[in-house]
């Protein structure tokens, strides 16, 4: 079983910078994919990011490359979402996932692939 909590979340202004933090607890898989969904109020859940276990490989939907960052930090076993340029569509709850790591970063953006979620952090960005 594995734990995830979420937080860093807020209220913040278009153009404004907010991190979100994943803490990770419990027994986790070897080789594994942490990422980052988020669910707009009426909308559908989207991918936006992915990091594999080892930090070497990530992955964006084009909607916010160039603006979101993904990072981890093993020795805490913490997954950060560092996000930029924030635009009132960036408005939605934020969840972190992890899943088994299944040989490509390819597959990050289904949602099946991960096995454990949080329960999100809201962030809002007024305009």
């Known amino acids: 079983q594995v734990q995830l909590v979420e937080s860093g979340g807020g209220l913040v202004q278009a153009g404004d910078s907010l991190r979100l933090s994943c803490a990770a607890s419990g027994r986790t898989f070897t080789t594994y994919v942490m990422g980052w969904f988020r669910q707009g109020s009426g909308k559908e859940r989207e991918f936006v990011a992915a990091i594999t276990w080892s930090g070497g490989r990530t992955s964006y939907p084009d909607s916010v490359k160039g603006r979101f960052t993904i990072s981890r930090d093993n020795a805490k076993n913490t997954v950060y979402l560092q996000m930029i340029s924030l635009k009132p569509e960036d408005t939605a709850v934020y969840y972190c996932?992890?899943?088994?790591?299944?040989?490509?970063?390819?597959?990050?953006?289904?949602?099946?692939?991960?096995?454990?979620w949080g329960q999100g952090t809201q962030v809002t960005v007024s305009s």
């Open positions: 996932a992890i899943g088994r790591y299944r040989g490509t970063i390819v597959d990050a953006p289904h949602q099946d692939l991960y096995d454990y």
